[in-house]
């Protein structure tokens, strides 16, 4: 699946398209098909998101969000070797699919 | 150290309240990120992986406990409690809010700070020798002349969008300690039949093209070093490459033209420049060089007890002869074994600016190992400031060994990584450490770099290792033979890459060659270059 991913303008906290708004847990980012241009376009010129951009993932068998590229693993959840400054999220098994 | 005059706190001051002005209108949506960009990075504010990152300058390195504390302070306020300390001396903070980051600027410039000049196409921060001032083996200080240069390549108009970044190492002793040829321009101050001038070289750098810069002129005469400074840029100004990026860089052009050739056309421009007048007026560099006179030294014990074996240890490693026979500098370590090179708490930072203040005249030093150094302490304090920096964690006895890494923040922070370094350095000092052979191998200067851009100085390592992308999965290769000291020599790579056990299973092995090897004396480097790349090869990919 397509999903969207940036940066927000004002803290430069790691953000994902929830469909509606910038949500800063990727399991909650969404499958964006073709409509990719389009949010992203409409999403930057709003400045609800600075330098946006799509990319793969795959939902795992527990239902998380994966995505494809091991840059945007480390950006879901934070530096690996500062996870007591990790993203804080439910998925206990985050760090297992980083890397 | 030197103190701003009326004219250095008024430019940084007024570029507080530009920057304050570019990012309220970056907030207000007036400017694009196209736009703002160039902008930001002007001030030091890159976007990393997670955030935000604010890279602030600390010229030539030298800092006294008052802006210490600053650092400390902004860590907490706006950060998330430590910083980084890089291999050009500088500070790196990886969480900072881009509405904080005027305000950031403005508590910065308090205490004599900026970000100025630490992005962007330009002349960078100046580094030098982290023992400038404390060396016996020094001709002068250097930091009067790296000051000169700082001044002379602040907001130089000529200068602000050259074809690429520009880094000037400025040292002055014929020990190299701050990776001198490795450089844009070198300098060394040397000393000429009573006479002070300068050694220039040029066309050095890592990247993705290392190259060592050749000598470019022996000796300029003190009161025209600006001048030719300005001849050097003048020519890479005018021809470097400006249609690509990777061929940008000044180390290419005198590559490309031939050393004889760059020298022939600086010396053209040198002569014209001359003629001109640039050079600043001897009585500036007399008022700069004031500032760096000697503290008062006093006399004193010029031994101690070595009765507690871990302070002797840290003694032995960690500690460097200093001009005045009662006084070391000694080097703070920021490589805990398993820990992340170069990062410090905010806590680790007030014990360091204390310690400074009692005990080294209020000064400090960040040295391009990642790694903080007291200049100036008297051996009788000597157990006093080991006690307390190895209270607050500081006091791993391990400089220039296989645990003092210098790692590059990687894919763990960096948006142009292709793998992750600090876990490596974290496995392999902790590897070294609990095996106890970190003393065994002695001398080991192991680097390492998260991409092509070399960050992490590892192509000047004896042991060299670089983060690559292998269909998405990290990879390293490795690499033998660098060194950036005044052996200077770039590193060969040993042959195919590995995973990251892998890598960390291979520096173990290319270290039992050595062990097996070395002859009396002989530090691993010396054992390479003896042996030679196949004893290696052969143990890492033979049957
Ligand atoms: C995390 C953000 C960083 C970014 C985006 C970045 C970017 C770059 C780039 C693009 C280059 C290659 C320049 C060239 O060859 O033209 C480079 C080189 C370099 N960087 Fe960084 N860097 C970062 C962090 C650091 C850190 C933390 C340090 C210190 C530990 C550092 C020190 C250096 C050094 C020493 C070089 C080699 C200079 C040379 O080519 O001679 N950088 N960096
Ligand atoms: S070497 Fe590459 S990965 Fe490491 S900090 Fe530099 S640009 Fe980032």
């Known amino acids: 699946m397509k999903i969207l991913t940036g940066n927000d303008l004002r803290s430069g906290a790691v953000t994902w398209w929830n469909g509606s708004g910038w949500s800063l847990f990727v399991d909650d980012a969404v499958d964006v098909g073709e409509e990719a241009e389009e949010i992203l376009a409409r999403e930057e010129a709003a400045r609800r998101v600075n330098v946006p951009y799509a990319i793969e993932a795959s939902i795992d068998a527990a239902g998380h969000v994966r995505p494809a590229h091991i840059k945007d693993r480390v950006r879901a959840l934070g530096p690996t070797v500062r996870r007591d400054l990790a993203v804080p999220t439910a998925d206990k098994t985050g760090w297992d699919w980083v890397i | ?543």
């Open chain 2, 1 to 543: 150290m030197y103190r701003y005059d009326s004219y250095d706190q008024a430019m940084v001051d007024a570029r507080v309240e530009e920057f304050r002005d570019q990012a309220r209108r970056r907030l207000e949506g007036k400017l694009t990120e196209d736009q703002f960009k160039p902008l930001r990075l002007m001030n030091g504010l890159y976007l990393q992986l997670h955030a935000y990152m604010l890279r602030v300058a600390i010229p030539y390195g030298t800092l006294d406990s008052r802006q210490m504390l600053m650092l400390a302070d902004i860590a907490e306020k706006y950060d998330r409690g430590y910083g980084h300390f890089t291999t050009r001396q500088n500070i790196q903070y990886n969480w900072i809010k881009l509405e904080d980051a005027a305000d950031i600027l403005a508590d910065l410039a308090t205490v004599e700070m900026h970000a100025i000049q630490t992005s962007g196409n330009c002349i960078r921060n100046i580094s030098s020798d982290h023992f400038a001032g404390a060396a016996a083996d020094e001709v002068v200080d250097p930091r009067p002349y790296a000051e000169l240069m700082r001044q002379w390549s602040s907001f130089h108009p000529e200068f602000t969008y050259l074809p690429r970044k520009f880094k000037i190492a400025v040292i002055a002793s014929e020990k190299d300690r701050a990776a001198m040829r490795l450089h844009d321009i070198g300098v060394r101050i040397v000393k000429r039949d009573g006479e002070i001038g300068a050694q220039f070289y040029a066309g050095g750098g890592m990247g993705r093209t290392p190259m060592i810069a050749p000598l470019i002129r022996d000796f300029v005469p003190i009161d025209q070093f600006i001048t030719y400074a300005e001849a050097c840029l003048r020519v890479y100004n005018r021809y470097g490459r400006r249609d690509n990026k990777y061929k940008a860089r000044i180390k290419i052009l005198v590559h490309e033209l031939g050393a004889a050739e760059y020298i022939r056309q600086v010396e053209e421009e040198f002569a014209h420049l001359l003629s001109v007048g640039v050079e600043p007026p001897r009585e500036e560099l007399a008022r700069i060089a004031a500032h760096f006179a000697d503290p008062a030294f006093v006399d004193g014990p010029k031994t101690l007890d070595r009765s507690d074996p871990d302070f002797a240890l840290w003694v032995d490693r960690n500690t460097h002869r200093h001009k005045h026979d009662a006084y070391v500098s000694a080097v703070i370590s920021l490589k805990p074994a398993g820990g992340i090179p170069g990062d410090a708490t905010a806590e680790q930072m007030r014990v360091v600016a204390k310690l400074a203040k009692d005990y080294s005249f209020d000064e400090l030093r960040v040295m391009h190992t990642q790694n903080l150094l007291l200049p100036h302490v008297a051996i009788r304090d000597l157990h006093a400031v080991w006690s307390a920096l190895d209270a607050a964690g500081l006091g791993a006895p391990n400089m220039d060994t296989i645990e003092d890494i210098i790692a590059c923040p990687g894919l763990d922070y960096c948006s142009l990584a292709n793998a992750r370094s600090i876990p490596l350095a974290q496995r392999i000092s902790e590897r070294f450490a609990e095996t106890g052979r970190t003393e065994v191998v002695g001398e080991l200067k192991l680097k390492i770099s998260g991409c092509i851009n070399a960050c992490g100085h590892h192509h000047a390592g004896h042991i060299g290792i670089l983060g690559v992308d292998k269909k998405g999965t990290e990879n390293y290769q490795l690499s033998l033979g660098g060194s950036e000291a005044e052996d200077v020599s770039l590193a060969k790579i040993t042959g195919p890459g590995f995973d990251e056990d892998g890598v960390i299973a291979a520096v173990e092995k290319v270290t039992d060659v050595y062990l097996a090897a070395r002859t009396e004396g002989e530090r691993f480097l010396d054992t390479y270059r003896r042996i030679g790349m196949e004893p290696f090869k052969e143990a890492l990919y033979g049957q």
